[in-house]
């Protein structure tokens, strides 16, 4: 059954414990410059799918046109790009705390952003794939 692309509030990661959570317990990080993933597995019954958080810096970006274009830019990536994520994920029957860490210090065109947040898709499905399944 296919949903299609879609990025609902559901997938939102919000709550200061989870996110604390993320990046106390979830150790396990991605590193494709000039973004970083942070992810986290979780069993929680009440934490299913996938859910996200996307930060850009103000440090780097003073005006907040430039912080939410990267914020608008990952959020499509991952709105189209999430399907193959979200299977893997719903068939261990856990949850998925995800954070994309945008790193530079300028903005980048759209194409050249999708395909290094490709790479970084790439190696956090395989990731995913790889670790141990906590009930087997």
Not at 39 to 65: E, M, Q, T
Not at 70 to 84: D, L, V
Not at 116 to 122: F, G, I, V, W
Request: charged letters at 30%; one cysteine or more; hydrophobic letters at 40%.
């Amino acid at each position: 059954m296919e949903r299609g692309y879609t990025f609902t509030k559901q997938e939102r990661l919000c709550g200061t414990k989870m996110v604390d959570r993320l990046f106390s317990e979830g150790n396990r990080q991605i590193a494709v410059f000039p973004v970083r993933l942070v992810w986290l597995l979780v069993d929680d019954a009440s934490f299913d799918g996938v859910r996200i958080l996307i930060s850009a810096p103000k440090r780097n970006f003073h005006h907040a046109v430039d912080r939410n274009r990267i914020k608008r830019q990952i959020r499509e990536f991952y709105r189209t790009s999430s399907a193959q994520l979200k299977e893997i994920v719903s068939e261990r029957k856990q949850g998925l705390a995800l954070a994309f860490l945008f790193n530079d210090n300028k903005l980048w065109e759209t194409e050249k952003l999708r395909s290094k947040l490709q790479l970084a898709m790439d190696r956090l499905v395989n990731s995913v794939r790889e670790t141990e399944h906590p009930q087997q």
